[in-house]
């Protein structure tokens, strides 16, 4: 159940259903972005984040992973042209509700030197 709401989290997201994608959500849902250190709480301010995102988005789901109440997702997304990788913890309350929602959008960066005689570069 948890890995096929993540989905549709996601699905919903990508089609700009705001009502399945608020749908998903418990109202004290909490969505934080540890790297900017950034926390919104509630399901109103979260679907209006999502509403005013700048930019002709669009994703796809590289990879999900559920398991009790957890999953996790793995999204390649483009804005405007520019790609973008995502790492996704969700969280869900006994009624399959997403209650928490943690973001990471890691920035590719070039190896140390050293290790090119170790790896293939893509």
Known sequence: ???GTALAFWAAAEARDWSAFGALLADDVVYELPQSRERIRGKAA?????????GDWHLTVHRVVGEGRQATTWCHFRTDGEPAEA????????????????????????????????????
């Open 1 to 3: 159940m948890t890995a």
């Open 46 to 54: 979260y679907l209006q984040f999502n509403v005013e995102y700048p």
């Open 87 to 122: 790492l996704t913890f969700f969280e869900f309350d006994e009624e399959g509700l997403i209650t928490t929602i943690t973001e990471f959008w890691p920035e590719p960066y070039d190896p140390p030197p050293g290790r090119e005689h170790l790896v293939e570069r893509f």
